[in-house]
């Protein structure tokens, strides 16, 4: 296991001397912001990034996220375009040591939470979905939601949602594997693997299709390109947001199989309706067993890159949501002993 921290460049509140001090922390996980969606990401861009990580004793081999452009997702003309530039852009990051490319096709939104800051009893505050909320929303209003790193204008979220009326999980499905097809021989000749993160949360949201929600989804996905260089990026909060998906026993199948090439690990607090809230990543707060999770990856020889994902706003914190300092270091701390504790003894019979 590679233990590993998301950071979002310089402009963090959350600064690299201070993840150095987490234990076991191997490498950063980040992405060039400022370069539009679609746009070959500059090899003298990667390169300063590279350093900046570097120069804190860091490796750098994990890029989250490698944004696609939504032409591709919608299948339109313009797409080959915008697909040569994402091959370009590996082949850039493939040159200086990049290992593992994080990427999702959801439709216009990223992750997508009612609430960013819903208090929980400990006085701590946290992301969290609301069903018959995000049913309710306007979205065409909204010109900002978080995990986008675009922003949008009114008239442009509105143009896309309706450009995907027409779409649907089929067309969807198709657009990835046209989508993969081209690219995942470029990440290989590149010496990167593409690891597609689940829907999140895992449900139609908006009117919008969404095809990376359980293990159907992600086995059909693994079977568009059947070759190591198309894998997953497992999220145990994305799909523990609905209580249907087996985790442990989707860790244990896909890991076995070695298509999950990053792990994101964090807990949700989910009820059957699909609400959900993000909590500490302890196994009782919520409704991952991250001990049963943990031993599947130690029981399949897992030896692939892991970040704590989202946290808690703890202690005072200020920062961005989901991803202040304090929780996801506590977050690592116990993600560390859940692996040792895997690895050096075996459970009593």
Same mark, same amino acid.
């Given at each position: 296991? #590679? ?84 091959? =370009? ?9 990049? #290992? ?124 568009m390109v059947k070759e190591p260089a198309n894998g997953l990026t497992f999220c145990t909060g994305s799909l523990g947001a609905d209580l249907r998906n087996d985790l442990p026993a989707m860790v244990r199948e896909f890991s076995g199989e070695r298509r999950i090439h990053f792990a994101h690990m964090r ?9 959900? =809230? ?72």
């Amino acid at each position: 296991m #590679k233990m590993s921290f998301r950071w979002y460049g310089d402009t963090d509140p959350v600064k690299l001397h201070s993840v150095r001090q987490i234990p076991n922390m191997h490498g950063i996980v980040s992405a060039l912001y400022d370069v539009p969606l679609g746009d070959v990401w500059p090899l003298d861009k990667i390169h300063a990034l590279k350093n900046s990580i570097e120069k804190h004793r860091f490796a750098f081999e994990v890029v989250e996220s490698v944004g696609v452009h939504e032409d591709i997702k919608l299948g339109k003309p313009s797409r080959n375009r915008w697909i040569d530039n994402y091959c =370009q852009s590996l082949a850039n990051l493939g040159s200086v040591g990049v #290992k593992v490319v994080c990427y999702n096709f959801m439709p216009v939104f990223d992750w997508t939470r009612t609430e960013l800051d819903r208090p929980l009893p400990d006085g701590s505050n946290s992301g969290a979905f609301d069903v018959n909320s995000a049913t309710r929303a306007d979205v065409s209003k909204w010109k900002y939601l978080p995990g986008w790193d675009i922003r949008y204008t009114h008239e442009q979220v509105s143009a896309l949602l309706a450009d995907y009326q027409s779409v649907g999980e089929e067309g969807l499905r198709d657009h990835l594997a046209y989508f993969l097809e081209r690219v995942v021989p470029a990440a290989r000749k590149a010496g990167i693997k593409m690891a597609i993160h689940p829907d999140d949360p895992p449900r139609p949201i908006f009117g919008l299709p969404r095809i990376v929600k359980n293990r159907g989804d992600l086995r059909h996905i693994l079977d568009m390109v059947k070759e190591p260089a198309n894998g997953l990026t497992f999220c145990t909060g994305s799909l523990g947001a609905d209580l249907r998906n087996d985790l442990p026993a989707m860790v244990r199948e896909f890991s076995g199989e070695r298509r999950i090439h990053f792990a994101h690990m964090r807990n949700v607090k989910t009820d059957a309706k699909g609400n959900f =809230q993000e909590v500490s990543h302890y196994s009782q707060d919520g409704s991952v067993d991250m001990a049963a999770v943990v031993r599947a990856y130690q029981d399949t020889g897992f030896d692939g890159y892991v970040r704590p994902d989202h946290g808690r706003m703890i202690w005072g914190e200020k920062g961005n949501p989901g991803y202040g300092l304090y929780d996801r270091a506590l977050g690592g701390a116990y993600l560390n002993g859940l692996w040792e504790a895997a690895e050096k003894y075996t459970r009593p019979n």
